[in-house]
Structures are given as structure tokens and as C-alpha cells.
């Protein structure tokens, strides 16, 4: 319950009960008469349900959207179809976070009309961010009133002579607000890929009505979308969708402040939309009220759309009394007075609280990942490898992945492109979509992005691969190292991630090296641009040479800082950090070559150090693991001093080689790995190391003895 809660809230005491509209000669004073005041949620239901009063969020002066100063209440309004009071209370969600219904002006027995009034936990201080929460709000109850989104939108009270009203004294938690956010921002994305992907038919000019530009602009944008939908007939798929994306890019052009009021007022996305769900034949299949949901839904999702940057000239008049989009420069009258400043809080609501993951851990929607290694590493084996395991809906390295087309614009020439696509599965794909550099003639940077974009729109791609940036960028000689260079570069990538894709970009490492972050050739401002870098190096392990090792840093929590990676049956797969593959071959080596107990007290650890090529830490890592484990044993008295520590198997080891002394007689090579006696080759001087053990060392199926002599045994 609402107990202790205060909210600033602008109440208006002129007319209680009526109904005023725009035109009204008590109109500008009604609005110039709106007073914040604090209220409890009590207290507001008193002054609005059964008083009668109008209200809106807190103001600083006559009501309009400029004045805003912060918000704590949401409302939907049921204006349509006979909903009863009882069916609202029947609603979980109201029931629960409501704070007091009540009947409106418009309300009669016969067409009932409600208003459900929320009281937040918690104000909202920006407008901006405050219609974004709205918008969210109405897009969980599609058959709500979809105009009340205007931050500074009055809200008539209750009839106070025959009015119905309910109180439930409830509050909406700001994590609930922050939920329905997110859920909106998602619907909004597969919302803006459907529109993406939209053909718009041509149309005839002379059928576009209208003598000013907003006007034409306003009646050409209603025949294309009115002329698509018509042509979306049953079997193409697009029927229903297509209602949700008319209904959105209509509403959002009459959301959009910087067209005239008089054009924007003859948009009327409910009346376009449901005739052209007539003619597609939607309607006589489904029913209108189907098709009225779907209309509410887009709608509902809806905001406001950026003036053109090339207003008059795309529509060849001269753009609004001879103004090609608004001046902003330094010391125009047009320029801004202040910039959009958000709270922590608001910047909650604004954002989803964990991003989007594309690869997890790795590349986010949204955002740009850097993948720097050196000349022939195996960038763009690796790449493909994570992408192959996007398209095919599987882990990679062990992260999970949300699978999406790809557009992927490449340096290789399409012969080696080829070469790579087999080697990872790839020849098939159809949802791989590839431009090679080759290909693409005297096209500046920033309109291959543009196109790129375009094309990821067009077939619903959520990721962006660009193999390598230098080249496709243009940068030429020492170019690289300029950090405006650099920034110029990234900027259109950075538009790119703007608009929801993923970005993922490749780099050479400089011939030198370097910390992660400053690896990368040239300048250093690509990688302090990108928001997660990855190296591929070389793992440092002999006998490997199809391992690599990643290691990341970033502003999102959970990347991988090392992580050793091996290409294995056409995949990578996930190793584990370089100290735990270390650890687990040392244990491996320990475990297949160690004498068993009836050898004690067995090699030293200098011996093991020298015989294995491990490193002495790690070796001393898995001898203490394998002994708390009580696979091995520790023996005092060993070394030809007697004063170090051997070590053996916990138990005998049942075999053939009890003959004479002998150690580890190979490198660093793992025991599957070693070769049969018939191909073994020694180098001259061979000598076997020196051991208190009494019985040679063995490695699957071969005994090695100190004077060469090779017999395979069955233990």
C-alpha cells in the first residue's frame, strides 16, 4: 500500500468535471492555470475521482511538454469495447499496482469508459524519458487509448456528481517500469528489422495531395505505406506483421513535432491501416477487432521519427519557407538552449540492465568488439569458426549464442574466402551475407557502411563483421597512426551500433606487440573507441601449433581475460585459462609417466622439470593435487643427495619394465602423441637422464631402456 508516499503533481481546480477542447475561449487560461502541489496517493484520488479536478505531471509555469519537470503517475485509459469495472479488477496487474480507478468524462452505462491511474514508487525527471516509460506502459494493453503519451498531457478528473471510482491505494515499483522498458525496447528492435527489410512500392506524384512540403511529405508517406499493405495478400506472410509496422511508422510521423500540427493531424493510423486490412483481405479472415489489436500494438511501440538531414531537397521544394533541416551551429538562433541531461536513474529505464548478447561475453548488440592479432594468426578462421556457430544455432568456446543473419564485408579475395568458408562448414549458407573488397570500387567508407547497414535491415542481421577495418577504411600509409584518422574510421561503425547491430572489427597487431588495448597497429584510439577488445595470439604450448590463446578486457563485466582455444575437427574449442591447460597436461604426463609405488622414491622435481618441458610451478600445482587426490605419493630420501623428495604412483603400476633406470626420454609430447618404435629417431649421443628409480619410464605401450633397447608391454 501507498503508506508515506508524497508526489508532486500539478492539479487544476477551473471547471471541475467538464471537458474542455482545444478552440474553447477558456482554453488557454484553463491551461495557464495548472498548480504543483504535493499530494499523497490519497489525497490525489480525492481531487481527481471524486472532486473532479484535472491534472498532469508537475509543471514550472502553462502547461506544455517545455515546462515539464517530472512525473509519478502513468494512466491508461479504456476507451474501447464494453469493459466493465469488474474485468479491471480481475486484471493481476492492475489489481496489484494500481492505485485507484475511476470513470471518465466520456463514461455512460452503455459505452464505459476508465481511466486506471498508477502512482510510481519513484519520479521520472526527464520528459523524454518519461514518455519512453509511457509508451511502455501503453504497450502492454494494446486496447488502451494509444495517444496518451504526451508527457505534459492533461488527464480530466471523474464526473463528481454520477462518477464511478475505485481506490486500491497500491504503488508501481520502478523495477516493474524498468521491465516493461525492456520488454518494449525488445518488441521495438524486431519492430524496427521488420520495417528494415520493407520494399515500399513506388508511387505516382500526382496522386500525393498537399501544397506545403510537410503536407506532400505527410500524404507520400500514407500511400506507401496504405499501397504496401494492401499489396500484402494471404500468402506472403506479412499480413499481420504488416499491420503492426504500418500502424507504428504512421503513429510515428504524427509524433513528430518537427512536421506542421495541420499535417500531422490528418494522420490517422487506425483508419489506413484497418482499410488496407480490408482490402488484403485480413480482415474478412480474422475479424476487425484482431486487426484493431494489431494496429494498437504498433501504435503502441511508436516514436517520434528525426527530421530528414536533407529535408527540402528530398522533396525538391525548398524544404519549410526555404530551411534544408535545422541549424545548430554556434551562434544561430535556432541553436539549442540546453542539452538533454539524464539521471542515473533515468538512465536505468533507458537501458536494458544487462546487454543484449549476440556471442556471450563476447559481442553485444549495440556495440563494437575489436579482434586484434598478428599477419596469418587465423583471424578470420577464427571469426567464421564463432560465425558458423551463430548461423547453426550452437555454443562458441563454450558460450551461448543468439543466432542472426550475418553481413560480413571481407579483404580476402573470394578464392581463399572459399578455402576458409569450407574449412568451418560454411559453403551452404544462405544467411551469410558477403562483399569483398575486390568488389568494391571508389565507394567511400562511410557509404559502405551506410549500404552494409541498409542490407542488415533488409535481412534481419543483428551483426556487422568488418575483416580488416584498415583496409576497408582506406587507411594508407601512416594514416593508421592518426588518431583523427582512427576516430574518423570508427565513427560510421559507431552510427552503425547506434542503430542496435553488433559490431565486430579485425586489426593487425603491430609487429612489436603489446598489452592488450595497445596492441593493435596504429593508432590507439580505435581500440579506446570499441567496447570489447580481443587478442589471438599463438598459444605458448610445444607440440600445439593449432592452439591460440584469447585474452579480453572491456566495459562489460564477465569477457574472458585469458582463455587458451584449440582448431579441432573444423570447430574451436575451449580449453580453458593457459594455467589450466598447463596444469591438466602436467597432470596427464605426471599420470601416465610416474613408476609406480613399488619404484619409490621416484624422480625429483628437478627431473621432472627437465624431462617433461613443464614448468617447474605448474608441475609443482599438480604433483600437490594428484597427492591430496591420492593418485600419487611423496617419498622422502630421493635424489642422489637423499635429502629431496621423490615421487611415484599411489599404487604399482603392472608392466614389463622393471629392468633398468630411466626417465622421461622425449620433449614436451603428450602420450597419445607418441610415435610407435619403428619411426622413433635419436640423436647421436643420446644418453637417458639419471634417476634413483629403479625401472625405466613408459609411455602407452613402449618401454624405453637406457642402452635403446624398445619393448612393448601390456601393463
Not at 519520479?123 to 501503453?138: D, G, M, P, V
Amino acid at each position: 500500500m501507498a503508506t508515506g508516499v508524497k508526489l508532486s503533481v500539478s492539479i487544476n481546480r477551473l471547471y471541475p468535471g467538464q471537458k474542455l477542447v482545444p478552440g474553447d475561449k477558456r482554453w488557454d487560461r484553463f491551461n495557464g492555470d495548472f498548480n504543483t502541489e504535493e499530494h499523497t496517493p490519497e489525497s490525489l484520488f480525492e481531487e481527481v475521482a471524486k472532486n473532479g479536478n484535472a491534472f498532469c505531471c508537475a509543471l514550472k509555469g502553462y502547461r506544455k511538454t517545455e515546462n515539464f519537470v517530472s512525473a509519478q503517475t502513468l494512466g491508461l485509459d479504456f476507451d474501447k469495447g464494453a469493459v466493465s469495472l469488474e474485468a479491471l479488477l480481475g486484471d493481476s496487474f492492475i489489481v496489484t499496482y494500481a492505485s485507484f480507478i475511476y470513470s471518465t468524462l466520456s463514461h455512460t452505462p452503455e459505452h464505459p469508459r476508465w481511466r486506471v491511474v498508477f502512482v510510481l514508487t519513484e519520479a521520472i525527471a526527464n520528459a523524454e524519458t518519461y514518455r519512453k516509460a509511457q509508451t511502455a506502459f501503453l504497450a502492454k494493453y494494446g486496447t488502451t487509448d494509444q495517444s496518451i503519451k504526451d508527457p505534459a498531457r492533461l488527464l480530466f478528473g471523474s464526473n463528481p456528481t454520477n462518477g464511478v471510482w475505485h481506490y486500491l491505494g497500491n504503488l508501481l515499483p520502478m523495477a516493474e517500469v524498468l521491465e516493461l522498458v525492456s520488454e518494449y525496447e525488445d518488441k521495438r528492435r524486431v519492430l524496427e528489422r521488420e520495417i528494415g527489410r520493407r520494399q515500399l512500392p513506388a508511387i505516382d506524384s500526382s496522386r500525393i495531395r498537399g501544397s506545403t512540403p510537410d503536407e506532400r511529405y505527410v500524404g507520400r508517406a500514407i500511400e506507401e505505406e496504405s499501397n504496401w499493405l494492401a499489396s500484402r495478400v494471404k500468402g506472403t506472410g506479412d499480413r499481420h506483421s504488416g499491420l503492426i509496422v504500418v500502424a507504428a511508422r504512421l503513429e510515428s510521423l504524427r509524433l513528430s513535432e518537427w512536421l506542421t500540427p495541420e499535417s500531422r493531424a490528418t494522420i490517422n493510423p487506425y483508419e489506413v491501416a484497418l482499410e488496407a486490412a480490408i482490402s488484403n483481405g485480413y480482415v474478412a479472415e480474422y475479424g476487425e477487432e484482431d486487426a484493431c489489436r494489431a494496429i494498437a500494438w504498433g501504435i503502441g511501440v511508436a516514436e517520434p521519427r528525426p527530421i530528414p538531414s536533407d529535408w527540402g531537397r528530398q522533396h525538391g521544394d525548398g524544404g519549410r519557407e526555404g530551411q534544408v533541416g535545422p541549424s545548430v551551429g554556434v551562434g544561430s538562433d535556432s541553436m539549442p538552449q540546453s542539452l538533454l541531461f539524464r539521471t542515473a536513474r533515468e538512465v536505468s529505464v533507458l537501458t536494458p540492465e544487462r546487454p543484449n548478447w549476440i556471442v556471450d561475453k563476447l559481442i553485444a548488440e549495440g556495440a563494437i568488439t575489436e579482434l586484434d592479432a598478428k599477419v596469418k594468426v587465423g583471424k578470420t578462421t577464427f571469426i567464421l569458426a564463432m560465425v558458423a556457430a551463430l548461423l547453426q544455432g550452437e555454443e562458441f568456446l563454450e558460450f551461448s549464442t543468439q543466432s542472426t543473419p550475418i553481413v560480413y564485408l571481407t579483404e580476402e579475395r573470394p578464392p581463399s574466402f572459399r578455402a576458409v568458408l569450407d574449412r568451418v562448414g560454411l559453403t551452404d549458407e544462405e544467411k551469410l551475407h558477403i562483399v569483398f573488397k575486390s568488389e568494391v570500387r571508389n565507394l567511400e567508407w562511410p557509404i559502405v557502411v551506410s549500404l552494409a547497414v541498409r542490407r542488415a535491415k533488409e535481412v534481419g542481421a543483428g551483426l556487422l563483421v568488418v575483416d580488416t577495418l584498415a583496409r576497408w577504411a582506406g587507411l594508407k600509409d601512416d594514416s593508421e597512426n592518426n588518431s583523427g584518422a582512427a576516430m574518423e574510421a570508427m565513427a560510421p561503425l559507431e552510427e552503425a551500433a547506434a542503430q542496435g547491430l553488433a559490431v565486430l572489427i579485425s586489426r593487425h597487431d603491430r609487429k612489436s606487440g603489446g598489452e592488450i588495448g595497445d596492441s593493435g597497429r596504429g593508432s590507439s584510439a580505435f581500440s579506446g573507441i570499441s567496447d570489447i577488445i580481443i587478442t589471438l595470439r599463438r598459444a605458448d604450448t610445444k607440440g600445439h601449433p593449432s592452439r591460440r590463446q584469447i585474452t579480453g578486457v572491456g566495459r562489460f563485466d564477465g569477457i574472458p581475460e585469458s582463455l587458451v582455444v584449440e582448431w579441432k575437427d573444423g570447430k574451436y574449442l575451449a580449453l580453458g585459462d593457459r594455467i589450466d591447460v598447463e596444469r591438466i597436461e602436467a597432470r596427464e604426463k605426471l599420470l601416465a609417466g610416474l613408476p609406480g609405488s613399488d619404484d619409490a622414491p621416484g624422480p625429483i622435481l628437478d627431473k621432472l622439470v627437465e624431462s617433461t618441458g613443464c614448468k617447474r610451478a605448474t608441475l609443482g600445482r599438480a604433483l600437490k593435487e594428484l597427492e591430496e587426490e591420492g593418485l600419487i605419493k611423496r617419498h622422502p630420501d630421493a635424489g642422489k643427495t637423499k635429502r629431496g623428495f621423490g615421487y611415484t604412483l599411489a599404487e604399482k603400476r603392472e608392466s614389463t619394465y622393471r629392468e633398468d633406470p630411466g626417465m622421461f626420454p622425449f620433449d614436451h609430447v603428450p602420450h597419445e602423441d607418441v610415435p610407435k618404435a619403428e619411426s622413433r629417431v635419436r640423436t647421436p649421443g643420446h644418453k637417458p637422464l639419471e634417476s634413483s628409480v629403479s625401472s625405466p619410464q613408459s609411455f602407452t605401450g613402449y618401454t624405453i631402456y637406457p642402452n635403446g633397447e624398445e619393448k612393448e608391454w601390456t601393463g
